[in-house]
C-alpha cells in the first residue's frame, strides 16, 4: 500500500523559511517522479513543484527562486525548503505522486499525503 506523510508544517514570519519532509513507502520510490501540491483557505489545489526520478526539479512561476525541492531515495524522503515565504504561500502541502511521470494535470495523480499546514502571518 502506497503511504505518503508530509511534516513540518507551522507557523512562520514572511520572509522566513521552513522545510517540509515527505516520508513515502509501499513503492520503489526512486522510480517514481514526486510532486508538491497545495491548497489556501477556500481555493483549489495548485501544483508547486516537481522532481522526476532523475532528480530534475520543476517549479511552479509563483515558488521559483524562493522553494527547492529535493529527494532522498535512500530514505525514501521528499523535501520542500521554502524560503523568503509570503502570507500567500499559506496552505496545507501535500506530497504526490502518480504511475506516469512527467508534469500532469492533479487529476492524473494518483496517490496523496495527507497535508501538512503552512500559516506565514505576522
Known amino acids: 500500500e502506497v503511504q505518503l506523510q508530509a511534516s513540518g508544517g507551522g507557523l512562520v514570519q514572511p520572509g522566513g523559511s521552513l522545510r517540509l519532509s515527505c516520508a513515502a513507502s509501499?513503492?520503489?520510490?526512486?522510480?517514481?517522479?514526486m510532486s508538491w501540491v497545495r491548497q489556501a483557505p477556500g481555493k483549489a489545489r495548485e501544483w508547486v513543484s516537481l522532481?522526476?526520478?532523475?532528480?530534475?526539479?520543476y517549479y511552479a512561476n509563483s515558488v521559483k527562486g524562493r522553494f527547492t525541492i529535493s529527494r532522498d531515495n535512500a530514505k525514501n524522503r521528499l523535501y520542500l525548503q521554502m524560503n523568503s515565504l509570503k502570507p500567500e504561500d499559506t496552505a496545507v502541502y501535500y506530497c504526490?505522486?502518480?504511475?506516469?511521470?512527467?508534469?500532469?494535470?492533479?487529476?492524473?495523480?494518483?496517490?496523496w499525503g495527507q497535508g501538512t499546514l503552512v500559516t506565514v502571518s505576522s
Open positions: 504526490a505522486t502518480r504511475e506516469g511521470s512527467g508534469l500532469a494535470r492533479l487529476s492524473e495523480y494518483d496517490y
Open positions: 509501499g513503492f520503489t520510490f526512486g522510480s517514481y517522479d
Open positions: 522532481i522526476n526520478s532523475g532528480g530534475t526539479p
